[in-house]
Each structure stands twice: as C-alpha cells, then as structure tokens.
T-cell receptor, first 112, second 117 residues
C-alpha cells in the first residue's frame, strides 16, 4: 500500500500569498523525496527534490522542508500565481530502489 | 533537449482488444518506468526496466500486462484483452542511471490516456 499521504486534498489561496502543501510519509528508510506538479491532462513535472541528509532546499520561489523526526515533508510556494494552480504530489524513494511511491495529491487553487 | 516522449496520447479500445503504449526516454537515459494513474489519484508504480531487462515488475498485474524495453526502439507497455478497469492514464518516466539523487532523478512524459469502451 501507499506510504505517502497528504493532509489536505484541496488548498485555496489568494494570488500573491504564500502556499504550503504538506505531506506525510511512513517509511523511515526513504532517502530521497521529490515534489511534482501536475496540470490537467499533463504529466507530472519535476519541481524540487531533497535528500534525507538535508532538512531544507530552495529553488526558484519554492522551498522544500523535510522533518525526518515526524516524517513530514512540505512544499512552500512564495507569491503564488495563477499558473501555480495544479495538483501537487510528493513522492518518496526507498533507498536502493528506483521506485517512487506517490501520495494522492493536493489540488492548489489560486484565486485572483 | 526532448523530454520523455509517449504515444499515442489518447487511445480508445473496445473490451477484449489490445492496447500498446510506447515510450522513448530522454536522451541519455537508459532506465524506464511505467506508472498508472486513475482519476483523482496518485501515480502507482508498475514496472522498472533497463535496456533489455526488467528490473522490478512488482506493480504489474500478473495477467494481461507486459512491458519491454528492447535494445533498439522505444519501451512498450502492452495490455491484452483490455477491460473497463484498465481505463487510466499511463505515464512513462526515465532516469539516467540506477539510483536516484539530485541530478539523477526521474522525469515523466505527458502520458497516454487509455479509454476502454
């Protein structure tokens, strides 16, 4: 079964606000995590990743935080834009296996 | 720099027919993965292949489904005798080497949407 789950299925934010999407994982052996963005009718698009030996990684307008103590992953999007509206998935990879386990996804809706 | 290419993007099959989905990995990538996505759900791992080898097929249904990645040509996901429950989006992904890490990660194609009528 799935070991990655998301707290909120839908997140609505105002344009310009910051967004935080959360994810819980249950496998302590996972050593690599990825956030993907999926727009309707398209494939998952890589956003940012993080290894288990890090607790924070920043990209352009996005930050991923990893808390291994509580097995929690979050994606922060700064100054959310309408183009950020999509479903966001976190995925974990068990060490030594090239197999990503996905959560169910969070839908981000950005309102003007 | 072309990404992962999948075709067809949309496919309609009648129950009992066969569906063949093709995937060309990114240039320089020799590891291919197939995932299935039902509406409003996450992606489920099906199979992981390297050239001419199936590395992990733990997510593949035992019957009717098969996958290959020949020495030459694209990877093929084949579904025989399709049923309505096979209707889903099938995503192919690729990575350059074994082991995942920043700089060596998995990129997805745009998917093939199978509808069984």
């Amino acid at each position: 079964g799935e070991s990655v789950g998301l707290h909120l299925p839908t997140l609505s934010v105002q344009e310009g606000d910051n967004s935080i999407i959360n994810c819980a994982y249950s496998n302590s052996a996972s050593d690599y995590f990825i956030w993907y963005k999926q727009e309707s009718g398209k494939g998952p698009q890589f956003i940012i990743d993080i290894r288990s030996n890090m607790d924070k990684r920043q990209g352009q307008r996005v930050t991923v935080l990893l808390n291994k103590t509580v097995k929690h992953l979050s994606l922060q999007i700064a100054a959310t834009q309408p183009g950020d509206s999509a479903v966001y998935f976190c995925a974990e990879n068990l060490g030594g296996y090239n197999k990503l386990i996905f959560g169910a996804g969070t839908r981000l809706a950005v309102h003007p | 720099n072309a990404g992962v290419m999948q075709n067809p993007r949309h496919l309609v099959r009648r129950r009992g027919q066969e569906a063949r989905l093709r995937c060309s990995p990114m240039k320089g990538h020799s590891h291919v993965y197939w995932y299935r996505q039902l509406p409003e759900e996450g992606l489920k791992f099906m199979v992981y292949l390297q050239k001419e080898n199936i590395i992990d097929e733990s997510g593949m249904p035992k019957e009717r489904f098969s996958a290959e990645f020949p020495k030459e040509g694209p990877s093929i996901l084949r579904i025989q005798q399709v049923v309505r429950g096979d209707s889903a989006a099938y995503f192919c992904a690729s990575s350059p080497t074994r082991g995942l890490d920043s700089g060596n990660t998995i990129y997805f194609g745009e998917g093939s949407w199978l509808t069984v009528v």
